[in-house]
């Protein structure tokens, strides 16, 4: 009998957070393990009216195929995937990873390689959800390499999942609305603001969010989600920078990153294990080096470090950065074909000032 934690999951993707209407053309794209979980949401799109589409993908598969292909090979777009980025109506990306770790031994090179051939997509991406005309919306389906990753039993972690979406809730959507009503005083506030001035013991940065809007982040696009961002001003940052958290980036773990940023170019990167890696994704493209995103976690339910973007991003009494692309919908013009989230804890002895205004202390609003 299928979970009906699931179901519920299920369900708040299709009707919630997409907003899939009738004849909608959904593309549900995931790994092999994720299927429950895709199977189920394709029967509540079709109950929705919609027209579902699955693309399925499987970590060693992908792994094998890059171990092979040449950088010509590994640059090369399938006709396909324009059509599905420039003509789909809604795109469901649930992840299920059957190793978090296939693409290790893959030189850096070819990782970068298949990144920059991406660009064209991404920026369709973020020019059509931008506009409206794309709804998208990513979740995972709980794996035991997920749990693996986490520390946790599978038993565990399908509870941390279903808890962090609140598909374990009578009421999920209106447990959603919460988080949107907190966020967006928020965001009001910051409305017309200009600088911002970042100051803890990891980190020391003033950027500029002059004419750049910050989102609420509600669980429309991301699934579990709890964040305000935006795209700061892309010459505007400068300072220093060091991550609390491991970074995982196209199954590559990345430790201690630090930036220091001049003019909002990052001009120098360290990493105390896989820094060749971060070094070659910088150099993907000449966006690469620039923030696309500045954010603040707002989601105190995600009490612990997963080792999985989609939740830790999330957590409360943290702020992340990602360098490369940034959302056409904040303002920002960053075009990259990466777009990569690191995170820094402020928790302790941390603030965060806007315009000279206290707005942010050791992980809770002031305002």
């Known amino acids: 009998m299928a979970d009906s934690r699931m179901l519920n999951l299920a369900h708040l993707l299709v ?7 009738p004849d909608d053309w959904v593309v549900l794209h995931g790994g092999v393990e994720a299927l429950p979980l895709i199977r189920a949401a394709a029967v509540e799109v079709l109950q929705a009216g919609g027209h579902p589409t699955v693309v ?30 420039e003509q789909a109506d809604v795109l469901m990306f649930i992840r299920g990873a059957s190793n978090t770790r296939a693409m290790t031994q893959i030189p850096p090179a070819k990782q970068r390689a298949a990144q920059k051939a991406r660009t064209p997509l991404m920026a369709t991406f973020m020019r ?7 709804r998208w919306v990513s979740t995972l389906f709980p794996t035991a390499a997920y749990a693996q990753e986490a520390d946790m039993s599978l038993a565990e ?3 941390f999942v279903y808890r962090a979406t609140f598909a374990d809730q009578p009421d999920p959507v209106a447990k959603w609305q919460e ?7 928020m965001v009001d506030w910051l409305k017309g603001k200009r600088e911002v001035v970042v100051k803890g013991p990891h980190v020391d940065l003033t950027l500029s969010i002059e004419g750049r809007t910050f989102i609420n982040s509600d669980g429309h696009h991301n699934m579990p989600s709890g964040e305000i961002f935006t795209g700061p001003v892309e ?20 430790e201690g990153v630090s930036f220091r940023f001049e003019n909002g170019k990052v001009v ?12 070659e994704m910088l150099d993907t493209d000449p966006g690469a080096r620039y923030l696309g995103e500045f954010a603040v976690g707002t989601n105190y339910g995600i009490d612990r470090f997963t080792k999985n973007i989609l939740f830790d991003e999330k957590i409360g009494g943290t702020i992340h950065m990602a ?21 820094c804890d402020m928790r302790t002895d941390s603030a965060i000032w806007v315009d000279g205004e206290l707005f942010y202390k050791d992980g809770q609003f002031q305002v």
């Open 15 to 21: 009707a919630y957070s997409a907003e899939v209407r």
């Open 56 to 85: 399925l993908e499987d970590d060693e598969t992908q792994a094998a195929m890059a171990r092979v292909a040449t950088e010509e090979q590994l640059a090369w777009t399938s006709p396909l995937e324009p059509v599905v980025y």
């Open 128 to 134: 059509r959800s931008a506009e409206g005309g794309l």
């Open 157 to 159: 972690y399908e509870d």
């Open 179 to 185: 988080i949107h009503d907190l966020q967006q005083r």
């Open 235 to 254: 010459d505007s940052v400068n300072g220093w920078v060091r991550f609390t958290y491991p970074a995982l980036y196209a199954g590559r773990e990345v």
């Open 268 to 279: 120098e990167a360290h990493a105390e294990k896989n820094e060749a890696f971060l070094l």
């Open 323 to 343: 360098v490369g692309a940034g959302y056409p919908e904040t303002g920002s013009k960053n075009k990259s074909g990466i777009h990569w989230d690191f995170i």
